[in-house]
């Protein structure tokens, strides 16, 4: 019986999905038309922008409690539904900013203004986060018109600084923590472990921000009269940089490895049987080959294993033509990713410390410290990840994998220490969805097949022993 | 009496150039404006402005057959003033094209904006090579119109092509020949060894110009999806740059210094004996020490030593904050400066060869081979060198230094090979001449004392024996 009638109201609330696919990429195409840079100032105004559509939205889909709460950068969207006073309630935590577009011209179409191909829609904020927030949004809506009711109390927490490593967010948290008391967390802003592949995240890198910067002589000198006699800040600083890694692979800077917590077989053997097909991988990516430390499989590298990424670098001339000029400084950009239980303090520490005792006398280095991140990770086995799992499977029709994945979102380290409470870590986003990068996207059935499992899990919840 | 014939003479042309020095000033300001930086295509018309503006000058001050020759890329100025024929002629090779002047916000003034500040005009060209280029038309317009004619048949050679390694001149003087026959070549376009010594150069530095790019995913990565597992551009394009050399020092490229001369124990002991005051300089460049190749001094690693130096690098991300991408590539400027008798093409190709074959499979290195210029050096004891010592020593009062110095005029060499004649290099430009960075600058003595040497040097020369 009830098995049939669960079946029953599902139809219903797929229906209602369906039905109305055209107004839900109308409203998405909206949201994601708002450029919200948010580690760029001259967006901030845009950041605010989408805050409140956001807020807009929210109320407009009945939720009680709508608040855009300014902080020191960029607003945290409240909302919330509390149905069944005294029984559970879940935090949904998603972000609305996104990262910068450049290079820009790398995209087929413009990064602001959404558009669909290949069963697809291409727009920055596609699948980190806004597209996978909005597929909550469409849940909760289709809960509220279809059944009049959710299940399950629910309050959502939307911030806008999450790519700038979440830099309010503590503090807000701190000062609200009856308004953001919870029972569970819930959380779309990672991606599945193959294309169409269920995937629940157990496990997330941690996040350690730099800047080195080398200075030479005080001004620009000509290389023909200066070349030889005087350190290069570009020479210095690749070599500072090639010293970090013995090749591509293992971390040279000592100090890097302490506390990461070695993998054990039965932790290998769960990774090994995750789907994660390295050749076509490859061949998506277009590499001859992988690279990275020596005793670990490439997906092994990218998921549970520390790595130190260049992930900008500049100097001296870079116009047309050549310069003979030897520049007065060099900088480059650098993050980490931890994994448990690395320290992230100490290890921002111990690179600067690296960059700092090998420059040489003839020429002098700064090293910038920023925003630090801790590792994640979680019970695979927990009642909630159970009813998401149920969930994922029935809406998707395939087994759904449970991975430790290698992207960093440091809030979820923060929710879980401060509430103490599970967090659930659902994708919606593929491998393949062009996340921090050109030409970003996210399936279409993010507008149906997501928020239709999204609905199996809040029924899932009302019923599980959390 | 030949002997106070010639100071009465010469006290005529000082007077002149003393009385005309403010129009003097405005003329070469009027030359200095001009945006004339031959490799940026941007500035096409402006470098062909700056020949227009220099022909007619020179059609102004007395000089015959003035031409503004096209060539595939910046026209080059031909004048001359044969009074004398079948007496010896010299071919005054300079050019009219200057550097880029970026970083432009690091000029105190603007570049194309000429100020007079400290006994010094500023502008991008004040001494590379516009100014002085304009105190040989001023010795020579002193000759024409105080003593109505020149000592010594005179040809004009100024092209727009110097800073980018003079591509189209080859070309043109195989083809005229005849047009630029002479029995000395006399070229004003390299600094003093220190500030105020006289000096003529007799040996320059050789260039090798490259870029390097290395390509890795065919597009930019999520640094948290992927780090670890591809190899990173940036990372493998510092690794390839740092192993260029053992630290700051020795250049570690397979047959790099193939064909090196030694230097004699002659050789070092003139070298150490020339002025220069490494702790002077040091501190004039803002540096704590000094760097580059063991079992040399500054002085010997910045003239007669070979280098490699990365004159710019650029790859992922340069704006504010941070972004955490593996970009997809990644690239660097490179101009190795090379000594007698290292073979420009060779040195090239062994640059390139090491890239190639240090790149690891994960990823794929381009090198784009650009201009090369042989190193070039001559006989310090010419009697054309021996007339260019004495009036500079009588001009400035001092004694004059000949040394090889480490930039490089391709043309020189160039000169040197299709005409087998002397060069002679007087240096008008300071040590501290700020040329190819911000605050270009070079002495108001340029309209005196510079043009007084030359006028010396050209009646010497009419009684020399060449």
Not at 125 to 149: N, P, T, W, Y
Not at 436 to 458: G, Y
Request: overall charge negative; hydrophobic content about 40%.
């Amino acid at each position: 019986m009830r098995e049939s009638g669960r079946r029953f109201e599902t139809g219903a609330l797929e229906a209602y999905l369906r039905e109305h696919e055209a107004r839900h990429l109308a409203e998405l195409f909206e949201f994601l038309s708002i450029p919200s840079v948010s580690t760029l100032p001259e967006h901030r105004a845009d950041v605010r922008r989408a805050a409140e559509w956001l807020a807009g939205y929210l109320e407009r889909i009945g939720f009680d409690n709508v608040s855009v709460f300014p902080t020191e950068l960029h607003p945290i969207v409240y909302a919330e539904r509390i149905e069944h006073p005294g029984a559970p309630t879940a935090l949904i935590y998603g972000h609305y900013d996104v990262q910068p577009v450049d290079p820009v011209h790398r995209w087929t179409t413009p990064p602001f203004e959404p558009a669909v191909r290949d069963g697809k829609i291409w727009a920055r904020g596609a699948s980190d986060d806004k597209g996978q927030v909005f597929a909550h949004l469409l849940a909760l809506r289709a809960l509220i018109e279809v059944e009049g009711r959710l299940p399950f109390n629910v309050k959502l927490l939307i911030e806008g600084e999450e790519e700038v490593t979440s830099v309010s967010l503590p503090k807000f948290l701190e000062e609200n923590k009856d308004l953001i008391r919870a029972d569970l967390v819930v959380i779309s802003d990672t991606t599945m472990v193959a294309e169409g592949v269920p995937t629940i995240c157990c496990g997330l890198r941690g996040l350690v921000d730099l800047e080195v910067s080398v200075y030479g002589a005080k001004r620009d000198l000509h290389s023909g009269l200066y070349g030889g006699m005087v350190a290069n800040p570009i020479h210095v600083l690749v070599q500072l940089l090639a010293s970090l890694r013995q090749g591509q692979g293992r971390i040279l800077v000592p100090g890097f490895y302490d506390g990461v917590a070695e993998l054990s077989e039965r932790e290998r053997r769960e990774i090994a049987a995750l789907p994660f097909d390295e050749s076509a991988v490859a061949r998506e990516l277009g590499v001859a080959a992988f690279d990275g430390e020596p005793g670990y499989t490439p997906h092994e590298r990218a998921t549970v294993r520390p790595t130190v990424e260049v992930n900008g670098i500049w100097g001296g001339f870079q116009g047309e033509g050549s310069k003979t000029v030897i520049p007065s400084e060099a900088h480059a950009k650098i993050t980490c990713r931890l994994v448990p239980d690395q320290d992230p303090v100490r290890v921002q520490e111990a690179v600067a410390a690296h960059f700092i005792k090998n420059c040489p006398p003839s020429a002098t280095v700064k090293v910038r410290k920023g925003a630090v991140a801790r590792p994640w990770r979680c019970d695979p086995d927990s009642p909630a990840i159970r009813a998401a799992v149920r969930a994922l499977e029935e809406a998707y029709g395939r087994p759904v994998a449970k991975a430790r994945l290698g992207g960093s979102i440091p809030v979820v380290e923060t929710l879980d220490r401060m509430l103490a409470v599970p967090c659930v870590l659902i994708a919606f986003a593929q491998p393949g969805c062009n996340a921090h990068a050109p030409d970003e996207n996210i399936p279409l059935s993010t507008l149906q097949t997501a928020p239709a499992a999204l609905v199996r899990f809040w029924r899932n919840l009302a019923e599980a022993d959390l």
